[in-house]
């Protein structure tokens, strides 16, 4: 590795680290302080738990989240004579890319208000569903939005799969830390920086909740912290670059959205599919996400967890290797990610058949 590849390493390590520490602390303060503040989860309804739990750790992924990056951009732009030549050499981009982050952050964060709202009392599917089409619209409108291929170049098609996108990963947020940690590297090899250093802290922030939240869990993130990670997640991958129109490199990198978030957007197809199948509203909480499935069917909450994390793992790495493949090895790659949720939709079906 050359020494700027090192530098950037223990600068990509370094977010990781402090993202980590500020997101326990702040977890550590709401577990403290959630019931004067009311952010207490109690059992009911579709809910497992059975003693109140506290909610918020939402709100510590969103304020590390949107510190890191912010103090980030303020450091790379005033403090240019006291930082690494690697790193200050990006300075110009850095300054080129903030005010989109600052766009995503701010509705990011009007989204995470609208999730906070519903954690304190239950709103309507209709009026959530309508601020996160209208949040994605915007970011559509103000130009951060995919760029697709011939014959879907015009500008309205990349418009429109931005906020189907956007609005599909804000109701699929889970494993956020995998997909975070892998959309990162995918745009790194691509040779992405700004994005990549924003969802490493992310992944850091999401590390520093999911200590509280293992289980049995200490801290839920609410509907404020699952709004704004999908959300979040959704406007940087449609930030982030994929392919730069480089004759050296593979287009078929910009398939790598679709690999890292195939599980979550199974399972957000699988539980509307359930729902309608049952005659409820598709947007109606329940205990039949994937998670709560393979528990029906045996596995403990933790075997839940891991299976879910490593069926993602597995669907995503895939992701690291597209803009080196052609398009034969494009296909293997996506095939496997296919036949891998194939495979799992196979095993439910035989359990509900055994099951009946």
């Not at 702040?26 to 738990?49: E, M």
């Not at 947007?283 to 393979?294: A, E, N, T, V, W």
Request: aromatic content about 10%; proline content about 5%; hydrophobic content about 55%.
């Amino acid at each position: 590795m050359s020494e700027d590849s090192v530098i950037l390493a223990l600068g990509g390590a370094g977010l990781v680290a402090v993202a980590f520490v500020l997101s326990a602390g702040l977890c550590a303060l709401i577990i403290r302080w959630a019931d004067r503040l009311g952010f207490l989860d109690r059992p009911g309804g579709h809910k497992g738990h059975k003693a109140p739990i506290p909610l918020g750790g939402g709100l510590a992924i969103w304020l590390t989240t949107v510190s890191i990056p912010l103090a980030g951009v303020i450091a790379v732009k005033f403090g240019g004579p006291w930082l690494p030549q690697a790193v200050a050499r990006h300075a110009s981009g850095v300054s080129a890319k903030s005010g989109e982050l600052l766009l995503i952050i701010s509705l990011a964060t009007a989204i995470m208000f609208m999730g906070l709202c519903d954690d304190r009392r239950p709103l309507g599917w209709r009026l959530r569903l309508t601020t996160q089409f209208g949040l994605a619209i915007v970011l559509a409108a103000s130009g951060v939005r995919l760029t697709l291929f011939w014959p879907f170049t015009h500008p309205a098609f990349g418009a429109v799969a931005t906020v189907f996108w956007v609005v599909g990963l804000t109701n699929a947020a889970s494993v956020g830390l995998i997909a975070a940690l892998l959309f990162a590297g995918a745009q790194y090899l691509s040779g992405g920086l700004f994005v990549p250093a924003v969802l490493l802290g992310l992944v850091g922030a999401l590390a520093g909740f999911l200590f509280f939240n293992h289980y049995p869990a200490r801290l839920f993130m609410g509907d404020a912290g699952s709004n704004f990670l999908g959300f979040f997640l959704g406007a940087m991958t449609v930030a982030g670059t994929y392919y730069r129109y480089n004759p050296d490199e593979s287009p078929w990198s910009v398939l790598a959205p679709l690999l890292v978030m195939a599980v979550p957007l199974y399972d957000a197809t699988s539980v509307i599919t359930i729902r309608l199948r049952e005659g409820r509203s598709p947007f109606q909480g329940d205990r039949r996400h994937f998670s709560h499935r393979l528990v029906e069917r045996g596995l403990t909450p933790p075997q839940a967890v891991r299976t879910i994390d490593l069926v993602t793992l597995a669907g995503g790495l895939g992701a690291l290797l597209l803009h080196r493949l052609d398009a034969a090895g494009a296909v293997v790659v996506v095939a496997q990610t296919v036949c891998l949720l194939g495979v799992v939709a196979i095993l439910e079906l035989s359990a509900n058949r055994t099951h009946s």
